[in-house]
């Protein structure tokens, strides 16, 4: 995705679902995005739990603030 593009993010996630031949919920166009991604390698850089690994939060902000904050506590041992 061109980040300079007018294009709605939404729009190339739809255009490549009708190129693939599914929907832009499914499992197939997340591969391909994946496959595609640029910035694929930088992704072991990083520590990303999976929502499923969360304990569970009645507040949604108070797990995003804790994702951020290990990220960037992440980002800053590796430099």
């Keep these: 995705m061109d980040p300079s ?3 709605l993010p939404a729009t190339i996630l739809e255009q490549t679902a009708w190129r693939l031949g599914c929907s832009p919920t499914d499992k ?4 391909c995005l994946d496959e595609e991604d640029e910035l694929k ?3 072991e850089c990083f520590c990303i739990p999976k929502v ?3 304990p569970p939060s009645e507040n ?10 290990l990220l960037l506590a992440h980002w800053k041992l590796k430099k």
């Design 28 to 31: 197939k166009l997340a591969v």
């Design 60 to 69: 949604y902000n108070y797990t995003m603030l804790a994702l951020q904050a």
């Design 52 to 54: 499923k690994d969360l």
């Design 41 to 43: 390698n930088l992704r």
């Design 5 to 7: 593009s007018p294009v």
